[in-house]
């Protein structure tokens, strides 16, 4: 049978230092109408150029030195701008891993998702949105014949991945390269888009690259699963027989990447917290979005705070920085009510709490170097200069695992997702805190990286006995480094306690939600979880009715 797309010896170069540097070194690759192969690897394993170059691209930068891509029949590598156009968006389409980066956010959401079908697709506005409604309800949006005349800020990150996936499905191409379209999502969000793109996939017979960095993810939906690392293949099998006997011990090393858990701490519950807040509400406006949360951090601990999006997690750390003032309640730190807006808190009370945040990109400076980064709080704070200020950089980047000659004196560009999450890491250790607030520090990093950083975060603490307030969605990085745990849902507490007990059943009902939701190294996993869910929405009543 024809192959879709055949993929041959590609070599992709990319250019920095004067220098063209390899990213994909010879990869082959094949894939069926209708069939879903799932790319799995670290960060730099090549799994975003490989995707690109399916669709004929690279980015600015790169090349494609040697090698052939042909889809349908149809060579891209040197293939004319128009000949690209024609098949990019009608027959090829691509779903980015930030759909809020990808959306015009000037325009409704169903003016965008018919633009192309319209003017490329020759297909007439009132036929192009009638089929938005129809992708829609597969993607399983609420509300679907309105919720295009929605603008993209109106709508939750979930569900504006959903409408991309459904812009993308909309000229009903014959393949689509899915590039991380669930890494931000919370756990619960995650497995209703998965669902959803699995089952329109099917639906539509589209072939799909599915690019992620979590495997047990990939497995529900792909049905063959190639292994990168560094741009060359490690191995290739269809998915159960990779989830069942991987070959490789790079492989092998994927599936134990979360072994990782700290021993907990001993309970102190008896002595005055380093952090208090209690019974805090506050508003954005005239919109509640905490209601009466309290919480208790004690010195050298580790505090998780899990939740959905919007459930007010990352709202409870402004209000703890004093970002958001709450309109009842109080914030302590080790006793005494904090000023609940920063600008009137002392030098002495900020440089106690500090804040690393989920993506690096944005909280480094670009233009400064990385001295100057973890640098500014030393002199801010501890009036450090001179030379006595970068040997304390230097310190602080062997804290991290960096080393001070090699990366002192680069910018954020030159450095890796990982690489910059220990910087933010550094500058916050720089003030000498006694409590950092990390706001989802692993969720954009592949789970290696991740592990690496857990690791060092541990390694810090129990070394500098910090506490951490540390937020996330992710059900696995709870199980392994929480000493207390902390569940929110729609602002509020709903439950609360040492790991072990949060993590013991009988589950609170959201807690064991959230818990479902983690996924497994099974490729029949998501099949149970939602089977299981459809029986016990229909399941009877003592009535004789469907509940």
Not at 59 to 81: K, Y
Not at 483 to 498: N, Y
Request: net charge neutral; hydrophobic share 40%; glycine share 8%.
């Amino acid at each position: 049978m024809k192959s879709l797309l055949e993929i041959r010896d590609l070599h992709i170069e990319g250019h920095s230092d004067d220098a063209w540097h390899p990213l994909v070194k010879g990869i082959d690759l094949t894939l069926q109408r209708g069939e879903v192969l799932g790319l799995i690897g670290e960060s730099g394993a090549g799994k975003s150029t490989l995707g690109l170059a399916a669709m004929g691209y690279v980015r600015d930068g790169c090349r494609i030195a040697r090698g052939s891509v042909c889809f349908d029949g149809q060579e891209l590598v040197g293939a004319a701008p128009e000949v690209l156009r024609k098949l990019r968006g009608l027959r090829v389409a691509y779903v980015a891993q930030s759909a809020a980066a990808s959306f015009n956010p000037a325009h409704r959401l169903i003016d965008q998702h018919v633009e192309t079908a319209v003017v490329n697709g020759g297909i007439d506005r009132a036929t192009a949105e009638a089929e938005a409604v129809e992708l829609y309800r597969v993607l399983r949006l609420p509300d679907p014949e309105n919720i295009g005349r929605r603008y993209p800020h109106q709508v939750s990150g979930g569900q504006l991945q959903r409408v991309m996936t459904a812009m993308a499905m909309a000229c009903h191409p014959d393949l689509i390269v899915f590039d991380e379209p669930t890494t931000a999502l919370d756990v619960t969000t995650q497995i209703e888009v998965i669902a959803a793109i699995r089952d329109a996939v099917k639906r539509f017979g589209s072939a799909a690259l599915y690019i992620s960095h979590d495997l047990a993810l990939v497995a529900q939906i792909a049905d063959r699963i190639m292994v990168l690392r560094h741009g060359s293949l490690v191995e290739e099998a269809a998915t159960r027989t990779m989830l069942g006997a991987p070959s490789q011990d790079y492989t092998r090393s994927l599936w134990a990447v979360r072994s990782f858990h700290t021993e907990p701490k001993p309970s102190q519950a008896q002595t005055r917290p380093l952090l208090e807040v209690r019974n805090a509400s506050a508003s954005y406006g005239a919109q509640p979005v905490l209601h009466d949360v309290s919480l208790k951090l004690q010195r050298g601990q580790t505090l998780a705070v899990i939740g959905e999006s919007g459930s007010g997690k990352s709202t409870t750390a402004r209000l703890i920085t004093g970002l958001l003032q709450p309109s009842s309640g109080q914030v302590l730190y080790d006793g005494e009510a904090l000023p609940t807006d920063y600008r009137r808190r002392s030098k002495e009370q900020l440089r106690r709490i500090q804040m690393i945040y989920q993506i690096p990109d944005t909280a480094l400076n670009p233009r400064q170097r990385i001295v100057d980064i973890i640098g500014r709080p030393l002199a801010f704070y501890l009036g450090l200069k001179g030379r006595a200020l970068r040997e304390r950089v230097a310190e602080l980047l062997e804290m991290i695992e960096l080393d001070p000659a090699r990366f002192m004196e680069r910018q954020p560009r030159e450095l890796s997702g990982g690489q910059k999450q220990r910087v933010c890491i550094a500058r916050a250790l720089a003030a000498e805190p006694q409590l950092i607030i990390c706001d989802e520090v692993t969720s954009a990093l592949d789970q290696l990286v991740a592990e690496g950083v857990l690791k060092l975060l541990d390694r810090i603490q129990r070394q500098l006995g910090v506490a951490y307030l540390f937020i996330t969605h992710d059900v696995a990085t709870v199980r392994a480094i929480a000493d207390e745990v902390m569940v929110m849902q729609r602002g509020r507490v709903v439950d609360q306690g040492r790991r072990e007990s949060i993590f013991t059943p009988p589950y609170q009902d959201y807690t064991g939600l959230l818990f479902s939701c983690e996924p497994q190294m099974d490729p029949d996993w998501l099949d149970r979880l939602l089977a299981g869910r459809a029986a016990a929405t229909t399941k009877p009543t003592a009535e004789g009715q469907l509940s």
